[in-house]
């Protein structure tokens, strides 16, 4: 689950954190530009992030692209 961290009415984060317990076992990754220290288990995504690195960081977490 890729998820910007600013979103309207709530921020990514809670967002990741309220489906985790509905989608075991799945991978969260928080896009942002601004620095935030996610918690343990949720990767960071910078912006701005090109079509490469995406790629890259989906394979590095095992996710055939």
């Known amino acids: ?13 809670t967002l990741l954190k309220e489906l985790r317990g509905r989608l075991p ?3 969260f990754f928080l896009h942002s530009a601004t ?3 996610p918690p343990s288990g949720i990767g960071m995504l910078p912006k701005p ?3 490469q690195e ?3 960081i989906l394979r590095s977490v095992g996710v055939s692209a």
């Not at 961290?5 to 990514?12: C, F, T």
């Open 1 to 13: 689950v890729i998820s910007d961290y600013q979103l309207g009415g709530m921020d990514g984060l």
């Open 25 to 27: 076992g799945a991978r």
């Open 35 to 37: 620095t935030i220290v």
């Open 49 to 51: 992030l090109d079509e």
């Open 54 to 56: 995406l790629l890259t």
